[in-house]
């Protein structure tokens, strides 16, 4: 494995970051919302080692980061309703802070990192996210950059995740200078007596303590939504 990080200050080349992560290295990169901790999802001992950094506990599983829809559904297992389904969440709120819980299909990664049923997926807009998940050619395996079980005060920044993982992993990936390319999207939705969101609905509700998501997803928030059989999703609070 290559051991040299691409640190800061120093001229970042996605292409050398996707080679490296190829090689078994961890990242450090920018989302629509947190600094994240980030690796190739295929190998069971390189997500190990992400694990191992941020002291996370294995039954907690990883997200998956797509480029677009299309990759996303490529590892679903999705009936007629749950792909309208969707397809409709999809296309409103990606790319955008919104992870969609799936059952996961026979593309999805197999190790013990990831869930054995589903697979939670996001597409973000963050360009610097983007032009890394070009440069390796797929999806990339996420968890926010904190030690896990320990509380964060507001986003973790750059500085803030450079400073607790900075001499543990080979790659970090500057942010983009620019608001309209990292700044999450606002999104109106509605508010309904029940958790459900319904796919004539698209509504969503404060569900098992998740507050302020009732009207608006803001800076900062993701939300969680798991796509059920009967053609509607439920809004969970898993860590995943």
């Not at 700044?183 to 098992?208: F, G, K, N, T």
Request: charged share 20%.
């Amino acid at each position: 494995m290559t051991t040299g990080m691409i640190k800061a200050g120093i001229t970042y080349n996605p292409a050398t970051a996707a080679r490296r992560l190829k090689e078994g290295g961890v990242a450090l990169l920018p989302t629509d919302t947190n600094y994240a901790l980030g690796c190739v999802p295929w190998e069971e001992a390189v997500c190990a080692r992400l694990y191992a950094i941020k002291q996370r506990p294995p039954e907690k599983p990883l997200t998956l980061f797509v480029r677009n829809a299309a990759e996303g559904r490529a590892y679903a297992d999705l009936s007629p309703e749950e792909e309208t389904l969707f397809k409709n969440l999809a296309g409103r709120f990606w790319p955008g802070p919104l992870n969609l819980i799936v059952r996961s299909g026979p593309r999805a990664p197999r190790h013990k990192y990831f869930d054995a049923n589903s697979i939670s997926l996001v597409c973000n807009r963050n360009k610097a996210l983007i032009d890394l998940l070009d440069a390796v050619g797929g999806p990339l395996a996420l968890t926010s950059a904190n030690i896990s079980g320990t509380n964060i005060d507001g986003l973790v920044s750059a500085g803030l995740a450079a400073k607790l993982f900075g001499d543990k992993i080979e790659v970090f990936v500057p942010a983009v200078d620019s608001g309209a390319d990292h700044a999450v999207q606002h999104h109106r939705v509605a508010s309904v007596a029940s958790p459900i969101i319904c796919r004539s609905a698209l509504a969503i509700e404060a569900h098992r303590g998740v507050a302020a998501l009732a009207n608006t997803l803001g800076i900062g928030c993701a939300m969680r939504l798991a796509l059920r059989s009967d053609g509607c999703a439920q809004p969970t609070t898993s860590d995943r």
